[in-house]
């Protein structure tokens, strides 16, 4: 079983990557860690020096790499990584999709504190942090409501996000 999480960055794809993987024994995998350890350098590296177009074709390789090499896992993917090179249809084709559906508020309230470690907002004040959740969030939608799974509840418990997946 491949298990996919995807959704906007902040949304916790990572943290219940961690707690699944625990629960369900199978082996986690974080794409933008693995991007880094792929390509040698930090993902803010990547796009200060080579670009944003040059990370989603390593973040596409690097998918492609551990699900190819892996019969079952969960994997946290990065927020546009379902956004591009119809990586929505490779994964939902290889495994389930699980959109943790996090509320712009709450997305604001965490990634206003991690602005330093995210390349996309490291620049931006507040007011245009706020502008740029809604805008990429409302571009990305139709990307993450093609997964298999919708989770909207917040906050989410692990036991529930279990029953979910196993019930699509």
């Known amino acids: 079983m491949r298990i996919f999480l995807i959704g906007f ?7 219940w ?3 699944l993987s625990q629960k369900l024994s199978l082996p986690f995998f974080d794409l933008d860690e693995q ?6 350098k ?3 590296e990547i796009f200060d020096t080579e670009g ?5 074709l390593m973040e596409k390789e690097v998918l492609h790499i551990i699900t190819e090499s892996h019969e079952s896992f969960i994997m946290a993917c990065g927020g546009g990584s379902p956004c591009y090179f119809n990586n929505i249809d490779y994964m939902n084709n290889s495994g389930t999709t699980v959109w943790i559906n996090t509320s712009l508020d709450v997305l604001f309230e965490r990634l206003v504190k991690e602005k330093q470690i995210r390349p996309l907002i490291k620049e931006l004040s507040d007011e245009q942090l ?9 571009d990305r ?6 997964a298999d799974v919708i989770v909207d509840e ?11 997946i196993f019930h699509a």
């Open 154 to 164: 917040e906050p989410v418990e692990v036991d529930k996000l279990v029953e979910k």
């Open 42 to 44: 930090p993902i803010v």
């Open 17 to 19: 990557g961690r707690l």
């Open 130 to 138: 706020r502008n740029f959740i809604g805008k990429k969030f409302a």
């Open 141 to 146: 939608r139709i990307y993450y409501e093609q």
């Open 35 to 40: 991007v880094t350890t792929h390509a040698g």
């Open 9 to 15: 960055m902040g949304s916790g794809k990572t943290h």
């Open 52 to 56: 944003e177009e040059h990370f989603r």
